[in-house]
T-cell receptor, first 115, second 110 residues
Framework: DGGITQSPKYLFRKEGQNVTLSCEQN?????MYWYRQDPGQGLRLIYY???????QKGDIAEGYSVSREKKESFPLTVTSAQKNPTAFYLC??????????????FGDGTRLSIL | KQEVTQIPAALSVPEGENLVLNCSFT??????LQWFRQDPGKGLTSLLL???SQREQTSGRLNASLDKSSGRSTLYIAASQPGDSATYLC?????????WGAGTKLIIKP
């Protein structure tokens, strides 16, 4: 079955530590996205990538970094500069960004907490 | 700046009832509007996508309408079932970026 796999499901970060969230898709989608979800708020875009070796900042990119070395993979690093990282992180993909009739497909998320 | 609002934040109804979830947006210049379902601790599942030129879309017991001029969309669920219990989110595609509402948490009581 094609889909998006996020790992780990739960992650704990110590003070001053960087952590990396994994996102892998086998849907052959060009575009990939990272969102942050906080209680009572809509999803907010952190980063997105339309093609390998290219990515763009979203609305809340500060304290985060990404890479897109392979079409299938779009890992997100939460750095120590992100002072409030506790949230539910969702990865998504779509065939091509900019085509208005294609919904995004989502992984099952990673819940990040502070130790 | 596009803003998306979903009211109410939570809704509880008996099984079998028909119900309507609301989504409003401030800027009518959208490419499409999308409805998603999210189960607790899970990702999102796309339910319906309405193009800006369309008025409604239907899938099974779900019907979504779009009125761009008034900045409103509704998701109609017919003959609700306990399995429909979830959080329902709407998102508008503005300039190929999705702007999200905070969702409506729906509980269907058996």
């Amino acid at each position: 079955d094609g889909g998006i796999t996020q790992s780990p499901k739960y992650l704990f970060r110590k003070e001053g530590q960087n952590v990396t969230l994994s996102c892998e898709q086998n849907l052959n989608h060009d575009a990939m996205y990272w969102y942050r979800q906080d209680p009572g708020q809509g999803l907010r875009l952190i980063y997105y990538s339309q093609i390998v070796n290219d990515f763009q900042k979203g609305d809340i990119a500060e304290g985060y970094s990404v890479s897109r070395e392979k079409k299938e993979s779009f890992p997100l690093t939460v750095t120590s500069a992100q002072k409030n990282p506790t949230a539910f992180y969702l990865c998504a993909s779509s065939p091509v960004r900019g085509v208005s009739n294609q919904p995004q497909h989502f992984g099952d998320g990673t819940r990040l907490s502070i130790l | 700046k596009q803003e998306v609002t979903q009211i109410p934040a939570a809704l509880s109804v008996p099984e079998g009832e028909n119900l309507v979830l609301n989504c409003s947006f401030t800027d009518s210049a959208i490419y499409n509007l999308q409805w998603f379902r999210q189960d607790p601790g899970k990702g999102l599942t796309s339910l319906l996508l309405i193009q800006s030129s369309q008025r409604e879309q239907t899938s099974g017991r779900l019907n979504a309408s779009l009125d761009k001029s008034s900045g409103r969309s509704t998701l109609y669920i017919a003959a609700s079932q306990p399995g429909d219990s979830a959080t329902y989110l709407c998102a508008v595609d503005s300039n190929y970026q999705l702007i999200w509402g905070a969702g409506t948490k729906l509980i269907i009581k058996p």
